[in-house]
């Protein structure tokens, strides 16, 4: 499967960019396990426009991590069209506008899965043409089935941003009503990569839990790549084939750590792991772990809390 210049190979499973999720610790990580595409979290574009410092933080990357995608959202084309110029400057292999996010706050504004509602979709398809037009690399869209059941417009909306010159698609299996709720339907997935029409890589996403998961897509929809999100929280080693030891996964719970201290700063890196620590399932064994995942939690030092993990890994062995 290529975007653009890229071949990923047979079969790639991409890391979803997700808000507080996907700095850069964690995108090494799951790069080193065999992610074979990384996303930043997703950047604002009016904020990126205004120069905020801590949305441009976020267009920092890694050779190590390559390819690596930036995605932008936003609702007004001027800014958006800026705000990609000012991405491709930082270097990313792919351009991803998100017309997915169904958090109030983006997709209530218009931004995100906000323009999937009828009187944004002409919005929609004019900032994909005008971004497509104003940057050299290749620009992706992810984005839902539609706003809610009674418009899943997927499969005529893919053969318009197709058209719009985009590299490929994402699509979640959700509508924007249903937000992270139910299952994800992948039956209108599977119809837009059977639709002789489409000629982009289609890139499915939603509810995919393990690589076995990520199989079962691959060979019930045809799908030319599967994106993972939530299963990834504190499971940088989901994109491995191998299984891990119940050490190697703590090594790599505090390499995560130090990796974000060591790029970020102590404070920072620190609230950057601890989502990790409080959904990983390797803990979850222990008895009356919540006054341990508490501490976890609390702690504002790394040293602190790194000897909070191996009190925690003595319980385990």
């Not at 390559?66 to 936003?74: D, L, S």
């Not at 002409?122 to 984005?143: D, G, H, N, W, Y």
Request: charged residues 25%.
């Amino acid at each position: 499967m290529k975007i653009g210049n890229i071949d990923f190979g047979e079969r790639p499973v991409f890391l979803a960019p997700m808000e507080d999720v996907t700095d850069i610790g964690f995108r090494l990580l799951c790069k080193r396990f065999g992610a074979a595409m990384v996303y930043t979290e997703f950047v604002s574009a009016e904020a990126l426009v205004r120069d905020v410092k801590s949305t441009v933080r976020k267009l920092q990357i890694s050779d190590e991590e390559r390819p690596v995608g930036i995605q932008i959202y936003g609702r007004d084309l001027d800014a958006m069209v800026e705000a990609a110029r000012i991405v491709e400057a930082a270097g990313p292999d792919i351009i991803d506008l998100n017309f997915g996010c169904p958090v109030k706050k983006v997709a209530g504004k218009g931004a995100g899965a906000g323009m999937l509602q009828k009187e944004n979709l002409p919005k929609m398809l004019e900032i994909t043409r005008q971004v497509v037009q104003a940057v050299s690399v290749p620009v992706t869209v992810k984005t839902r089935l539609g706003w809610n059941h009674d418009q899943l417009i997927i499969t005529t909306l893919a053969e318009q941003l197709q058209d719009c010159g985009i590299q490929a698609l994402t699509i979640h299996g959700r509508t924007r009503a249903q937000m992270y709720t139910g299952e994800a339907d992948w039956t209108l997935i599977g119809e837009v990569k059977r639709n002789p029409c489409i000629h982009i890589p289609i890139i499915g996403n939603g509810d995919i839990k393990s690589l076995s998961d990520a199989d079962r897509a691959f060979d019930t929809y045809g799908v030319d790549a599967v994106m993972v999100g939530r299963a990834t929280f504190g499971c940088p080693w989901l994109f491995s084939r191998k299984e891990l030891t119940l050490d190697e996964k703590i090594d790599t719970l505090e390499e995560l750590l130090r990796i974000n201290v060591e790029r970020i700063d102590e404070q920072r890196g620190i609230l950057h792991t601890r989502r990790h620590l409080a959904a990983t399932p390797v803990f979850k064994a222990i008895p009356n772990f919540r006054q341990t995942r508490i501490a976890m939690l609390r702690a504002e030092r790394m040293d602190d809390l790194l000897r909070i993990i191996e009190e925690t890994r003595k319980l385990l062995s």
